[in-house]
């Protein structure tokens, strides 16, 4: 592990084959978006309220651990996932559930409390869109789409929301009949059968596709086919810097590189295409 000189950009696999990048896949909420930073504040709270009203329920601090546990380790996946391991537990207290789909309508009606302000500012005109996305996001999709690379969005955030706040943030038009997101079908959406249409539909080898990402499983899906995984370990709340417990999850799934947003996208492109100072010598 380095860093590139001057920069907070970590080299986590150095032995990358760079430079044949033709399409990329971008993780949505905590990569590019900032629409929902804080909705772990709203779902791990709702699950310890759940759980401490069943028949069998541990204290409270254990309950908490519980589900921040899970909550963390299913990040990335469709929502639902969360719910239906919340359904388990609620089972393994002696309770009876409600199916997970109620739970998580209950939990979208919660976020939805704390997060209108923001969607209503974007769309209003109060709200600049760069505000509300990790900085260097728009600059880095215009870098790519220059570059003719194919951008992909696939988030485990129901789809109809996606592409309203892509829509807000005015990103929509990068990734035009490219944006993917859970569905209530949701064994119909996955972000490894994104990635497996990405390869197969375009004839790609594993290391022309890059994924950007602040979750486990896009990193580990990424890895798992041969791409390039940038690990995005953004502070969601400051908009700078790292988050060490982002980081060193990144890393256990895979990632290649660290980086904490896009302020640095120039040079993290340089590297990934092997231009300038990092070119194939």
Not at 47 to 76: C, F, N, W
Request: contains cysteine.
């Amino acid at each position: 592990m380095h860093f590139i000189p001057d920069t907070q950009i970590e080299i986590i696999h150095p032995d990358l084959e760079r430079g044949h990048i033709r399409h990329a896949l971008f993780d949505f909420d905590g990569t590019l978006s900032l629409i929902r930073e804080g909705w772990q504040g709203v779902m791990i709270p709702m699950m310890v309220k759940v759980l401490q009203e069943t028949p069998e329920a541990e204290s409270e601090e254990g309950i908490r651990h519980v589900v921040t546990e899970y909550v963390d380790r299913l990040t990335g996946k469709q929502t639902i996932y969360q719910m239906f391991q919340l359904c388990e537990e609620v089972r393994k207290r002696g309770g009876k559930p409600l199916e997970a789909l109620e739970y998580k309508h209950i939990y979208h009606n919660r976020l939805w409390e704390r997060i209108e302000h923001r969607v209503g500012g974007l769309k209003s005109g109060a709200v600049a869109p760069d505000e509300m996305l990790l900085p260097g996001s728009r600059a880095l999709l215009e870098n790519l789409a220059s570059r003719g690379v194919s951008l992909y969005l696939a988030s485990g955030t129901d789809i109809k929301y996606v592409e309203d706040e892509t829509a807000a943030l005015k990103v929509g038009g990068f990734f035009a009949g490219r944006i993917y997101g859970a569905l209530d079908r949701y064994q119909d959406f996955s972000k490894q059968m994104i990635i497996d249409k990405i390869l197969k539909e375009n004839g790609l080898r594993g290391h022309e596709l890059v994924t950007f990402g602040d979750g486990y499983v896009e990193i580990e899906n990424t890895r798992g086919v041969g791409g390039i995984a940038v690990g995005v370990a953004s502070d969601e709340e400051k908009r700078a810097g790292i988050d060490d417990w982002k980081r060193n999850r990144l890393i256990q799934a895979g990632a290649d590189l660290i980086i904490p947003e896009f302020r640095e996208q120039a040079v993290l492109l340089e590297y990934l295409f092997a231009e300038g100072r990092f070119s194939h010598r």
